[in-house]
């Protein structure tokens, strides 16, 4: 604070100079440096009436609250402004105490010259700075920007800026021909991206070397960051990107916030404006109860949600390892929390009723599941227990204890489902938005593909093979997959728990489906390796209950918009929930025999779409040994209040409902 005062002490001083400075070049411009007697004699009254006008004039609009060291365009205007007012009240200052002696071309040329020289003092640390900087030679990375637009000048302008940072620029790279041989702050354009390999070889042979290239392309899509990495990898050297503007408000300092590039940067997965107020509306001063707390999604729920201010946040969970870790995470980041780790499985029928009158739980988040898809194609029992009997249970007790709100996450896989998950997670939705007559509690789903980074998911896997020097295994050349984040699906999540009203299934806009050949190709590159040379990819074939390519929708689901971007919903008509308890009843017995065929008979009366394209033969039970014929379809009986029907099933029937590859 001292060091501040002193510095704009020092300046007033050097305004003030300036005033003085401005007005006697002001006279002697004016008389061609012969100034008469009578101009000569006023000259000592109009100094000292400029000095106080424009002195209290800048102190007026603000001139010395900016740092001088970080002053830019914006600054202009107090400079304008003060001098401006300034000149107006010297002159009206001037026509009361001097008259008509005081020549009004005296007072238009001295705006003028104090307007330059005001303006060159508040610039000066900042020109003497940068000066410095340019001719320093202290050694520092040579880089150059790849992206000549507002996120490029603004690094030019933050590297320029401060002196301790560890980059010089050495020009920049754009794909817009229209911008070579432009100058940005000082720095040429040089070329295109795909011309990077040869202005690196040119700039490397006649001065200093550039040892990295950054991409500045804040708002790239997924395709042009690829390419961009392309490029940069063509040139053979080290590339980073600088991040999106809600990475840039944790820290002031742009250069310092340079970064690898990630897998998110070449997904191109744009930042999504959320609306806070609903969820915190929904969340504030609730008991919030999360299941799965310690899993990927679940994780993140309890952070996020914590951010809102439940009066309690339950984070249940069977891990015992993985609650202790997020119970511990939790109640460091947020102190004044009552975070309670309830130890349990949602398949304990006494465990749940437990938890929530003990803690008077008020919202659900159900986020626990089994969901490794070829792992379920070979545990159909337990998939059935822990998806179907668990979300029962979990819906049961809240409807019991008269929870306010309950949001499940589903998958995409739910989507005419070919494999045991999705089916499971299929009839779950069914159950959630089933309809309850004297029921109050609002029940949804919110469903969405794969989340980059979570256990088990494609990512880690393809890091650890590319770590162990390959071979990276991809399944099908073709096969495609949706991705989103964790920190956006579960941001997403809580805007639609906040916006349900019931047996609605909320529908993320997870953008355009990934190739996961070139997610597997972009990881070697980010890694600085280059595919089939340093990394061998290697086609595996699907796996059992894969799809070549996921749905975000069935046929008859009709996507309608929401008022928040991102998030469509589909309104089915719900099953009635008097017909739930009776289906229950009848898997809980098939679920004690462990009869697999006549488990998957039962789904299907809740899924009719549901057609498995392989046969899970597990080793703990017998593999199937008949084909099971259609039976008649629950939602046929049922769902839309008619009478009984033959079976919706795509097959005839008496005919085989496992469908063949």
């Not at 780790?341 to 009723?353: F, S």
């Not at 659900?364 to 998806?387: G, I, T, W």
């Not at 997670?425 to 007559?437: L, N, S, Y």
Request: with cysteine.
């Amino acid at each position: 604070m001292r060091g501040r005062s002193i510095d704009t002490w020092l300046e007033r001083i050097c305004q003030l100079a300036a005033v003085g400075l401005s007005l006697t070049a002001a006279f002697h411009l004016r008389f061609d440096f012969a100034i008469p007697d009578l101009q000569a004699s006023i000259f000592p009254r109009a100094l000292l009436l400029a000095i106080v006008a424009k002195l209290l004039a800048f102190d007026g609009v603000g001139f010395y609250r900016s740092l001088r060291r970080f002053v830019s365009i914006p600054d202009l205007y107090p400079i304008i402004m003060g001098n401006a007012a300034g000149t107006a009240l010297f002159a009206a200052a001037a026509l009361i105490w001097i008259g008509p002696a005081m020549p009004a071309s005296v007072i238009v040329i001295d705006g003028i010259i104090c307007f330059a020289a005001t303006t060159l003092v508040r610039f000066s640390v900042r020109i003497r700075h940068e000066l410095f900087r340019k001719h320093s030679r202290q050694a520092r990375t040579g880089i150059l920007i790849y992206g000549a637009g507002a996120a490029g000048a603004e690094l030019v302008h933050e590297i320029h800026s401060n002196r301790c940072t560890r980059y010089a620029v050495r020009g920049l790279l754009d794909d817009d021909p229209l911008k070579r041989g432009a100058i940005i702050l000082g720095v040429p354009v040089l070329g295109t991206g795909r011309e990077a390999l040869s202005i690196v070889e040119r700039l490397n042979s006649r001065g200093p070397v550039v040892d990295e290239i950054i991409i500045a392309m804040r708002s790239a899509t997924g395709p042009q960051m690829r390419e961009a990495l392309a490029n940069c990898r063509a040139a053979r050297i080290p590339c980073k990107t600088v991040p999106g503007i809600d990475e840039l408000l944790s820290r002031n300092v742009l250069a310092a916030q340079v970064r690898d590039l990630s897998l998110q940067d070449l997904l191109g997965r744009q930042t999504v404006k959320l609306d806070d107020s609903p969820v915190r509306a929904r969340i504030r001063g609730r008991s919030v109860l999360i299941t799965g707390a310690a899993g990927s999604i679940g994780s993140e729920l309890c952070r996020q949600v914590a951010r809102f201010s439940p009066s309690r946040l339950v984070a249940l969970d069977q891990s015992e390892s993985e609650l202790f870790r997020i119970d511990n995470e939790l109640r460091e980041k947020f102190p004044n929390l009552e975070v309670v780790a309830a130890l349990g499985d949602i398949r304990d029928t006494c465990r749940l009723p437990e938890i929530m009158e003990r803690h008077r739980v008020e919202s659900v988040f159900h986020a626990a599941a089994y969901k490794h898809v070829p792992m379920m194609e070979s545990h159909v029992v337990e998939a059935a227990r822990n998806n179907i009997i668990g979300t029962w249970n979990l819906v049961q007790a809240a409807r019991a204890a008269g929870v306010r709100n309950l949001l499940m996450i589903s998958s995409d896989k739910a989507v005419n489902p070919v494999c045991v998950m999705g089916a499971t997670k299929r009839v779950c939705e069914r159950i959630v938005g089933a309809r309850h007559r004297n029921g109050r509690t609002v029940c949804a789903s919110v469903r969405f593909g794969n989340v980059l980074g979570s256990n088990g998911s494609v990512v880690p896997i393809f890091q650890s093979q590319i770590a162990a020097g390959g071979p990276v295994k991809v399944t099908h050349p073709e096969a495609r997959r949706y991705f989103m984040t964790i920190s956006e699906a579960v941001a997403l999540t809580l805007q639609a728990s906040a916006k349900s009203q019931g047996s609605e299934i909320f529908v993320l806009d997870m953008g355009e489906p990934v190739r996961i050949l070139d997610l597997a190709e972009d990881m070697i590159r980010l890694a600085g390796l280059i595919p089939y040379e340093d990394i061998e990819i290697q086609f595996t074939g699907l796996r059992p209950g894969e799809k070549l390519m996921e749905e975000i929708n069935g046929e008859s689901e009709g996507l309608m918009p929401t008022d928040q971007e991102k998030m469509r919903v589909i309104r089915e008509a719900p099953l009635d929930w008097s017909v739930i308890p009776a289906w229950i009843e009848g898997l809980e017995e098939l679920l004690a025999r462990r009869s697999q065929p006549e488990i998957l008979a039962h789904i299907r009366q809740l899924v009719p779409e549901y057609c498995p394209l392989t046969r899970p033969a597990p080793e703990d039970r017998l593999p199937l040994a008949q084909p099971v014929t259609a039976q008649p379809s629950l939602c046929a009986q049922y769902g839309n209040g008619g009478e009984p029907q033959e079976s919706i099933l795509p097959n005839s029937p008496g005919a085989p409902v496992i469908c063949e590859p």
